[in-house]
């Protein structure tokens, strides 16, 4: 698909000739940022025609800088994915804090590319899909994630569970995904428990936390999946997490009892157990010292 993005606010230079310390230090930022990017077809608008240019590029993103122009931009074209980021000049307000602002500036861009491709990846008769979704209310767009949910489509299922739990698909998804996961958790019966645990466990593996054994039998014949932490450098932690399986129509609160039996997270506590081990790895990555070169 065809992504076209307008930023509404900053419009980089064109020519720097008599322009202020200041302003050339805004754009050059900008520009770096963009550059580091890909937000697909990028058009640019003022805060005096930024409703013209929603109208004539129907752009599939907005990046606006404030809340108030979000709601102003939503109230006029409801079928754009609006992301808010922090205006070039902001940034540099306070010395002290550069850094930090920068930092969480890449994040934001970052997200937001990680949704254009995704959009990207979609096919161009999907376009019109897309567009509605962005339109919805964040109520009806939760009520369409629980029918694809519960749903007989497998794919459509995967795909519903791959952009809840993608950190890049954008903050609106995130009170969903706490509403969803509790909901999912405490209506499942033991094998929608067994999967909810199982997606968990599988977050562990992508962030390099656990690999997966072969499954344990215990002496009531009881079948476990089985998972070996694993520390950020690769060696095992030597410590070992069971899951049970569960069964079609098995009452959650039997299949509970087996958790107690092994002392095993319930689905909630190992989403956020999930979570804040992986910020964890990136803050560790991040201050691990580069290696020298010999």
Known sequence: MKVSTLIIGFIPLSDVSGRKPRELRDDKYFKDLLADFDLGEVHFATY??????????DPIVTIVFGDWYAQEVNHHKKDTWIYVATFPS??????????????????????IAGHIQKLKEEPEEKSNDMRKIAAMTEDDMYKMFIRAIIGDSEELRQRTWALLMD??????????RARLLMEVWQHGDGKKKEEFLCMAMDQHIENGFARKMENFTDTDGQEFHQYM???PSGFDAKYIRRIPLGFKGQDKYAYEALLTKYETPNGLQMMLEAGQMKSKKEEWLGNKPEETAI
């Open 229 to 231: 932490f694993t520390h």
């Open 167 to 176: 950190n890049n698909a954008g903050s609106r998804f995130v009170w969903m």
């Open 48 to 57: 005096n025609n930024y409703k013209e240019e929603l109208d004539k590029v």
């Open 90 to 111: 902001t940034i540099f307000c306070k010395k002290v804090e550069v850094e930090e602002k920068q930092k969480k500036q890449k994040e934001i861009f970052k997200s």
